[in-house]
């Protein structure tokens, strides 16, 4: 997507510069409220920043302040979360000069504050159907849809509109980063990766397009030629902190192929808390790769303690199960017990008194989830297998990405290990090298199972395929 040229404020009719209508009678604020839009779209700049300067010089317009609620319904931070509902009251002030599209993305973030997060989807779907070059109604359901685990939606909001775009409609790229990575969690790695990678042809410093290559080269295994991708594209990532999630990917190329010094570089130079600025989303990177990093029997030094001090003013949030059960890996992690029970019991008051969607994921995985982390470094190995093991196949409900939600997968395989239930742990561990073979991780997992079960010769070779992974 270019900057809206001069040329746009000469318009007759007030759309946007993919004539979206807009009831607001100023091009300079819709130029405004594009460059938010494409900040947020390529993870560049302060999108929120610009919008507010816009508004302070075009208080009136609407659809900037619907832009900031929405925008801010994708923290999933309590601490913003005063500044979004202001955001939608000043647009609700402004309802009576609006047209429908308009009044669609107020419903949708009135819905969201509401903790209706399937019906704040639902109505920006019903803005998207009638208006499907609405890009930010676009990209509102695709995030929030990767927030909910709702992976066949995360596809098929940009395959409704698919055969409307074309390139020549102004941010055409990230309509294919968005298509990309829906089908990748739907596991239609060719066409995924086609498609990122013709974004990329677009725009060369497209994160979300890099984020979907990303993806494919983990789900399929190609650690090395994910490294070699990452390494060539870093320079373009940015300074956001979706750039260090790209980092986080980069990371666990270099995990899955036993590599733990190229995975504490990365660490301590892009994940490291104590660099941070309490950003949830980079914490939520960092708790995911210190604890994997665990798993594998490697130490993580005073790393845990800094980012525990970070997750701690969080503890009782429930907000958002995904956050709630990062927060436990690094209370379990920094044996902050009392923290732990603050969780807990404001987890288990919120299930019996609220109502809104985040209780089902609370319900069915955030807690099943933190009391098995709690039971795994508590040595319980048993009792943490009882609790992932019928919920293995719920997991998408927590949210996040299946590269994300595989930490749960990796956790019940090594409680099974500990737990000293090989024949368990060798089903496991089977089921992991048949989608990903070229994982050294995983063929040392069938190893440590097939020695428990004192099938030597099995594990002997189980073995030398993961060292063959290593030197390879």
Sequence with gaps: MTAVSEVSH???????????????????????????????????????????AVLAEHPEFIM???????????????????EMVAALDEAGKRLKSANDREIGHYEAVKAWVNGDFYGAVQKWEAVLVKYPMDLLAMELVHYTDVLLGDVAGQRDVVARASTLWEESIP????VLGFYAFGLEENRDFSHAEQLARQALAIR???????HAVAHVMEMRGRQMGGVRFMQERAGEWGTSNFANHLWWHTALYHLDIEQYDKVYEIFDAHLDSRQKDG???EELDASALLWRINLVGEESGDRWKHLADKW????????YAFNDVHAMMTFVSDNRVEAQDK??????????????ANVAMSREIGMPFCLAMRDFKNEKYGD???????VRYLTHRLGGSFAQRDIIGWTLLEAALRARRFDLALALANERTALKPTSAQNWRAVARAFKGLGDTSNADRAIAKAQSLILA
């Design 10 to 52: 000469k318009r007759a009719t007030f759309t946007d510069c993919r004539g979206v209508p807009i009831s607001y009678k100023d091009s300079k604020a819709i130029d405004g409220l594009e460059r938010a839009i494409e900040m947020s779209l390529s993870f560049r700049g302060d999108a929120i920043a610009e919008i507010d």
């Design 64 to 82: 900037g302040w619907l832009f900031k609620a929405g925008w801010l319904t994708q923290s999933m931070e309590t601490r913003i979360y005063s």
């Design 171 to 174: 941010g055409y790229e990230f």
């Design 204 to 210: 060369p410093d497209h994160p979300y397009a890099v």
């Design 279 to 281: 950003n949830k989303y």
């Design 312 to 319: 701690e003013p969080a503890a009782q949030d429930t907000l």
């Design 343 to 356: 969780l807990l019991t404001a987890n288990e008051r919120y299930l019996e008194n609220a109502s809104d």
């Design 384 to 390: 943490c297998v009882d609790r992932l093991l019928p």
